[in-house]
């Protein structure tokens, strides 16, 4: 069957190497489309849940996609983001055929574009704002501060959570706190000059026009591959929020890739999934940011 071409395709907190990670349905998503540039915007490796010993046979032929939709002309952006921050010393450094940045903007059909995961804002939601005014400078130290943050909070035991409350059931992210996220990217994407502003890190997959007195500004956030299957694709100067639950054709590509996994693959990747799920004991395990 014929792959949808896109001109821009987006994931991010794909969390691989963790069992909350849907690798199977990600992998059918990737051989589904045939995308100009592919960006990848920040958790697509956990490195943090890596130290686990877990990397199933599904997780690993989802990397091996990338690589190969990259070799076959794919411009392959990967984006740092807080769970795979060992790659920020990397800053526009390119790791083959794929580029590795913090943060990325393009010029879409005039539109200014900002793409960057969106963990900067840990640090605060409000001093995060003015730090910004200083440009690339400013987003580096932003990005410093969020990680010595989290460093303090695990000297006192504790995890840097910007999204939890403990009023709500685990895993649970607070909407309210959502909402002020959101609220806090488009306004510095609009003080910015920014038309566009791609992320993710919540978790929460929204496309939304955010106004202020200074002007207004479109909020993209691609979701993840945990709980909502989801991602950002561009095409005929529009973009469109992807879900796999309503993707007719996704079973189609499912059984295409289940035929290229040889045995042995299969019965390892089935024995992790059901590994998984017992651990898992039907809890989402990604509910520290």
């Not at 849907?22 to 958790?43: F, V």
């Amino acid at each position: 069957m014929k792959k949808r071409r896109l001109e821009i395709a987006v994931l991010s907190d794909v969390h691989l190497g963790s069992y909350a990670c849907h690798a199977e349905e990600l992998l059918t998503y990737l051989s589904s489309i045939d995308p100009k540039i592919l960006i990848l915007n920040g958790d697509i490796l956990d490195t943090k849940k890596m130290s686990n010993n877990y990397f199933p046979p599904s997780h690993l032929k989802v990397v091996k996609k990338i690589f190969s939709l990259a070799s076959k002309g794919t411009k392959v952006h990967f984006i740092t983001g807080n769970r795979d921050e060992s790659f920020r010393k990397l800053d526009a450094i390119y790791m083959g055929f794929i580029k590795v940045s913090n943060h990325l903007t393009l010029k879409l059909n005039g539109k200014n574009t900002l793409f960057f995961h969106g963990d900067i804002f840990d640090f605060s939601f409000k001093h995060s704002q003015w730090l910004l005014n200083f440009g690339n400078t400013g987003f580096k130290t932003l990005l410093k501060l969020s990680i010595l943050k989290t460093k303090i909070f695990g000297l006192f035991g504790k995890k840097n959570k910007p999204f939890s409350n403990p009023d709500l059931k685990y895993g649970k992210r607070d909407p309210d706190l959502i909402s002020l996220f959101e609220r806090s990217v488009a306004k510095m994407a609009i003080n910015q000059n920014y038309d566009h502003v791609v992320c993710g890190h919540s978790h929460f997959p929204n496309k939304q026009i955010f106004e202020t007195p200074k002007g207004e500004c479109l909020y993209l956030n691609s979701g993840d591959w945990v709980e909502h299957m989801t991602a950002l694709e561009y095409s005929f100067k529009r973009w469109k929020l992807y879900r796999y639950e309503n993707d007719k054709l996704a079973s189609f590509y499912m059984d295409e890739e289940l035929k290229s996994m040889d045995i042995n693959e299969l019965i390892a990747t089935i024995t992790h999934r059901k590994l998984r799920e017992k651990q898992n004991d039907g809890k989402d395990e990604i509910n520290d940011i």
